[in-house]
């Protein structure tokens, strides 16, 4: 829903405008518990969130929709409790869970890619078909050849052309993770896109992303050839990368 | 001599040299052992740049050069 729209039209009720008060508190509440997302993509599954801290966004969030003046003084106010201590004759180690976000940022970048008019839920059902096809053609878990896959595909640099003068110079730049695992997702949609008998096999854009990744596995890909080629380009033009 | 509009075409701000040593690192590895792919001998010098770029802040957007600020108001006391 449009904020504009929603002022407009309900600042003639004065309840309306209360309960929408009371949302942006609560939404203030729930994004301040949006941990920072880092710029990379992780290898290992990152910490969102912890149980305590949840607890307390959902005391506050009902503390703050029923409405009352005083509904934060428990939270703010609270005595530090003194954990206590069981004594159990066997040892017990308690084991820290560690949640892991949502969803894979890679899967995430995937599906942000494929998406078209804003349809997320669409894409990430062909996102999870290329899951499926992998796991189907491999017998292995999938999100691993996916990344292997991604990670094997992807440029390390890229080549920027620079005027110096009237000379036209090509500086190589390094990617960072992000911009490496799109164009990797870039080149492998152009190959897949393309229907064609000869070139690929499957009758789905799924099927064939799953069959395309497989091969740069295997390591016979055009993706591969592509990438090959900016290295090279950037291997001749070295010299250029520390200039200015 | 007299300049009626004291002006200069300025430089582009130079794009900036993010992790330039394990980069140059990288493509001396690739001269060398001729592995572009970064498979075998230059596996590690790739990693290296790789774990560089993820801790690397950018910096932000840089401003455009002021030279011409500075001209157009140091124009009076040059008469």
Sequence with gaps: MRAGHFDRYNLHFPERRRRRRR??????????????????LPNQRSLSTTPDHMGKVMRTVSALTTGTDNA???????????????????????????????????????????????????????TSRVLLYLHAYTRQPPLEI?????????????????????????????????????????????????RSKSATIGKTLAERTAREMIKILNGDSSVLKKKEEIHKVAMANRGAARGR | MHIAKLKVRPKKNPPVNLCARELTTMLSCWAASNDVMST??????????????????????QHKPTINYHLARLRKSLK
């Design chain 1, 146 to 194: 996916f990344r292997q896959a991604l990670h094997m595909a992807a440029p390390a640099v890229r080549c920027m052309n620079q005027r110096r003068g009237a000379k036209a110079i090509v500086k190589p730049v390094p990617l960072s993770e992000k911009q490496r695992m799109r164009k990797a997702i870039e080149w492998i949609w152009e190959v897949v896109n393309v």
């Design chain 2, 40 to 61: 075998g001998a230059c596996a590690e010098a790739s990693s290296a740049l790789f774990q560089c770029m993820r801790e690397t802040p950018f910096k932000g957007k």
């Design chain 1, 23 to 40: 949302r942006v508190e609560m939404l203030s509440v729930l994004r301040s518990i949006r941990v920072g997302l880092p710029r990379h």
């Design chain 1, 72 to 126: 934060l003084d428990d939270v703010i106010a609270a005595p530090k409790e003194e954990p206590e201590i069981i004594e159990v004759p066997v040892a017990y180690t308690p084991q820290f869970m560690t949640l892991p976000p949502a969803e894979d940022p890679l899967l995430h970048l995937f599906t942000s890619y494929i998406m078209l008019h804003g349809e997320r839920e669409k894409a990430s059902k062909t």
